[in-house]
């Protein structure tokens, strides 16, 4: 029970669990005020009144803990990774698509037509290989003043 200077906390406000946990009723069934679980709270947050047994206040949402939460995998990150993809070329199809009229390209002496959407999409393949060009510079530039400060740190520490 709060004290009179306490105020009790809002629905929708996170209260980190308390030291003391009361064991679960047994005269409750397990699924017990489980109908209510995640309405109007975040992913992966809880309702209180969902969870019988916690000492917490009820409409509080508990966070799940980092225990209860599946780890990141390679796999997991490669199938992220294979959905954008298919979605940036279902955008790309659709763009050429929708872009078929005719351009004459002149490009250091060849002469040729493209369709205007086949024609930007080489342009900004070309614009993404300076882009990791540039990036590449800077990474083997940061490599090398690291290497640099590590060379120079084991030579003052000293032998």
Not at 13 to 26: I, M, N, V
Not at 35 to 53: F, K, N, Q, V
Not at 106 to 130: D, E, P, Q, R, S
Request: charged share 20%; with cysteine; aromatic share 4%.
């Amino acid at each position: 029970m709060p004290s009179v200077d306490e105020q009790p906390p809002q629905p929708g406000t996170y209260l980190p669990p308390s030291p003391a946990l009361e064991p679960a009723d047994p005269s409750q069934p397990e699924d017990a005020g489980l109908e209510d679980a995640g309405h109007g709270a975040g992913l992966g947050d809880t309702e209180a009144s969902a969870l019988p047994g916690l000492d917490v206040a009820p409409g509080a949402v508990v966070a799940p803990s980092d225990a209860d939460r599946e780890p990141h995998t390679r796999a997991s990150g490669l199938w992220a990774a294979v959905v954008g993809c298919l979605a940036v070329l279902v955008v790309l199809i659709v763009f050429i698509l929708e872009n078929t009229g005719d351009v004459h390209v002149n490009l250091f002496g060849a002469h040729f037509h493209l369709l205007i959407g086949v024609a930007l999409l080489i342009a900004a393949v070309f614009g993404g290989f300076v882009v990791v060009l540039a990036g590449t510079v800077r990474i083997l530039e940061l490599r090398r003043r690291g290497r640099v400060a590590r060379r120079r740190a084991a030579a003052e520490s000293g032998p």
